[in-house]
């Protein structure tokens, strides 16, 4: 909403002091309490004598001053509430450090000479799967090709070795399922980490966020399952 569609009857000297006055205030907020009486007594007093403000004009002002008045509070309020949940959503993140959980991800921790877990799902019968796992430089290190499957979760143990029968060393690794249907369209499933929660942390917006010992953070609400 603009300066100028507030007051449509400003002199150009009251329309000079609205600009500055305005741009002292937030762009990204709504226009002040304090603000917005200032440009209307600005108004108020450059009015011209003989046309001055019609009472309709000054109420629907009011109006509008009322309106911004009850967005503020409730912008305020929702603030507020979103930071209640947030507090309340860290206090139980707490219970998970030491647990795994698995979030919606691609990425695990893998050690030599063990096997690997991994967990997916899909949206609809697939006619054809396959499955690639990739070493943290993104080197793909191991492809398979699992045949039709069915709808719903899924999951693959991988034994560790790599596409030539090596062992895979030790570190981190992530994966991704390759799908389509019968026409051979693709079809996108869900990949899933498993790991364990190492500590916690909050994203810019407030929201709780896990720190996991394959070296990821995820967002507690991409969270499907605890261990």
Known sequence: MSVNSL???TTSATAANAAAAANS????????ENTFMKLMVQE??????????????FIAELAQFNSMNQLTSMNSTLKSLVSSQNQAALGNAVNLIGKTV???????????????????????????VSLDVYD?????????????QNSGSQSFNWDGLESGGSPAP????????NATDASGNPI????YSNAAVMGLTTSNSGAVELELSN?????????????
């Open 7 to 9: 007051f449509p009857t």
């Open 25 to 32: 205030a937030n762009s990204n907020s709504l226009i002040s």
């Open 44 to 57: 108020l007093q450059n009015q011209n004598p003989l046309d001055p403000m019609s009472n309709t004009n």
């Open 102 to 128: 698995q979030a919606n991800g691609n990425s695990f921790g893998f050690t030599k000479g063990s096997t690997a877990n991994l967990n997916y799902s899909l949206p609809q019968n697939a006619n054809s």
């Open 136 to 148: 943290s430089s993104g080197n793909l290190v191991y492809n398979t090709n699992l045949g039709q």
């Open 170 to 177: 030790t570190g981190s690794y992530s994966f991704s399922v």
């Open 188 to 191: 996108t499933a869900t990949t």
């Open 215 to 227: 070296g990821t953070t995820v967002p507690l609400s991409s969270v499907t399952n605890v261990n």
